[in-house]
């Protein structure tokens, strides 16, 4: 199956500092996400992104589908952006995501 | 106006028991899932539904047995259930056209099993 790297695995950050998730994925793919698991378990949607480049208040996104990876920055982060980041793909007819393993990221105040 | 929910939150029996997990969507899409997420926060598919059509089956044991009433609903039903089956259980829904085809994801229902 399609393969999904994400890095790093665990990330601390000062609250205010900015960063830089990666995901590199292994094959074609017609649909990227981001999802944000806060630490009540919650899954919440950041983006839908199988190509380009989108923004949502302090997090964008790129996807370069033809180099196979995908970016999510988050600026002047916050202790509320701490959780995991999943990255998750899907390849053309296959109905299924495949998730990376997740970077979790810890803001302390 | 909750887009995917799930029920039960929380479900803790004991080994051998049988359990469902519900499952309802109201954006109106086409196709429904069961991801379960284990002990390490890994996620993996278990289930889709296209239509009231089962279009995947992982390698589950048969102990797990989806149904899908209708395209608004996927219920998840496990039988004699094992330790090994606590998890995080997740029901996700898309539209298989469109200009969103993104994967909406429910709550989770985390099973324990004593």
């Known amino acids: 199956g399609i393969q999904v790297e994400q890095s790093p695995p665990d990330l601390i950050l000062q609250e205010g500092a900015n960063s830089t998730l990666r995901c590199n994925f292994s094959?074609?793919?017609?649909?990227l996400q981001w999802f944000h698991q806060n630490p009540w378990g919650q899954l919440i949607n950041l983006f839908y992104?199988?190509?380009g480049t989108k923004q949502n208040g302090r997090l964008s996104a790129t996807t370069v589908a033809t180099e196979r990876y995908s970016l999510l920055y988050i600026s002047s982060s916050q202790t509320t952006d701490s959780g995991v980041y999943f990255c998750?793909?899907?390849?053309?007819?296959?109905?299924?995501?495949?998730f990376g393993k997740g970077n979790q990221v810890v803001v302390i105040p | 106006d909750t887009a995917v929910s799930q029920t039960p939150k929380y479900l803790v029996t004991q080994m051998g028991n049988d359990k469902s997990i519900k499952c309802e969507q109201n954006?109106?899409?086409?196709?429904m899932y069961w991801y379960k997420q284990d002990s390490k926060k890994f996620l993996k598919i278990m289930f889709s539904?296209?239509?009231?059509?089962?279009?995947i089956n992982e390698t589950v044991p048969n102990r797990f047995s989806p149904k899908s009433p209708d395209k608004a609903h996927l219920n998840l039903h496990i039988n004699s259930l094992e330790l090994g089956d606590s998890a995080v259980y997740f029901c996700?829904?898309?539209?298989?056209?469109?200009?969103?085809?993104?994967?909406?994801f429910g709550p989770g229902t985390r099973l324990t099993v004593t």
């Open positions: 996700a829904s898309s539209q298989t056209a469109g200009r969103d085809l993104g994967q909406y």
């Open positions: 094959d074609s793919v017609n649909n």
């Open positions: 992104i199988p190509s």
């Open positions: 998750a793909v899907e390849r053309w007819g296959n109905n299924r995501l495949a």
């Open positions: 954006l109106g899409h086409d196709t």
């Open positions: 539904y296209n239509n009231k059509e089962l279009i």
